[in-house]
């Protein structure tokens, strides 16, 4: 028989498991959506309890709603927490990815089969809910404003020095046109280019290129 | 124990014995039968975020009896904890509670076990530095097996390994990984 917080209880699951991933798996829409309904159920059925006492509830004359009171309300405080922690558990991931400077708005887009929808991806197939897309381009926005403040450091950079100012790397999906000092470089799938790390550093982290050793 | 902590709030979703010392019109549903009251004297298990709280909360009682008594969870009971004494190392925790250590912290908070304290001390201690050379020997050996993320790991050590606890798996993780690093930057200084 279910009870209390065992949805909740599923959501925290569900965050252990995201810690371990290196990506961000679907948002459940459902099971947030169950917990807070949960939440607002046990809320009218305080409401409802605490009616007939006109805010004149005195616990130790009537020990059974009491306690009845205290155990909905601890069904609520957990619920809580599960909520909060799930997506606590989901943002500080997003801000890994971030800083790492991976594209989650644009990986949800190439799961198996579509590798070239590189636009947004409205509904359906992103793991992100709205909102976490939202913080997501926001603190991305965030980052790109330390960057450009005071200096042209870019702080998601790698810490290594690199050993050449020139790589080779290898096209893993189209990425269309890109400008660079000695001109413009169409990247096509499957071609290979020797070119400044500068330049395509950004590619090479967006999983569109890959250095070749 | 942070507040958004995972693993705490898993812990506190192990169930202990409990017996309900009020009877309860409402909260019938804890024991199955929703149609039902809750009478006094009723078993049931409740998770320890309820228990918890049930059972430290002011009813308003003379007598200062509370909602709920509850006992100590079979994962603590005189069995495990003679076994423990008997040989720590034998015993798999993780079959007895993934959280074992944080739900007998736990526990003891709310109950006054003397010998649990010790005997606890006494398992971790002596777990953890098989731990540790489980560890170094898992980086030392296993070249191929080090992007195994998990404790995918053969031999002897495997059947003492499955039966850590969450906690225990964490230390595992960092030993392991910090005999790695160590490794690995050794062997970067003597190439540059």
Sequence with gaps: MPMYGDQGNKLVQHAKRTQNLAHLPP?????????????????KDVASLLEPFQGSFDPSADQATACTLLVNHLSMRRNKRCLLAYHRT?????????????????????????????ALVDGGASSLSP?????????GDLLAACKGQWTDIDLTGSLEPPRDLFIDVRVLKDAGEIQTEYGAINLTKNSQFYVRQGDVERLVAQGYLQKLA | MSYYDIDSILTDAEKIPCTFQVGIPDLGYLDNTPS??????????????????????????????SFV??????ALGNDVIQALKADPRAVPLRDQSAHFYGLATHMMELSEEQELGAVLRKTFVTRASEIALHARKVGGVGH????????????????????????????????????????????????S
């Excluded at chain 1, 948002?27 to 809320?43: F, I, P, S």
């Design chain 1, 27 to 43: 948002y459940q829409t459902e099971l947030v959506r169950g917990v807070t309904r949960e939440v607002r159920d046990l809320d």
């Design chain 1, 90 to 118: 989901r943002t500080d991931k997003l801000e890994e990815l971030a800083w790492a400077g991976s594209d989650v708005l644009d990986h949800a887009g190439q799961q198996p089969g579509g590798a070239n929808n590189a």
């Design chain 1, 131 to 139: 909102q976490e897309e939202d913080y997501f381009r926001q603190f």
């Design chain 2, 36 to 65: 039902q009251p809750l009478k006094a004297g009723t078993k049931v298990s409740l998770p320890l975020w309820l228990a918890e709280m049930l059972a430290i909360a002011n009813t308003g009682d003379i007598e200062g009896k």
């Design chain 2, 69 to 74: 008594a509850f006992d100590l969870p079979p």
């Design chain 2, 144 to 191: 191929k097996k080090e992007d195994a993320s998990n404790l995918g790991i053969g031999g002897a050590g495997e059947e003492f390994l499955r039966g850590l606890d969450e906690w225990e798996r964490r230390l595992f993780r960092q030993a392991h990984e910090g005999a790695k690093a160590g490794k690995q930057w050794m062997e970067n200084i003597k190439r």
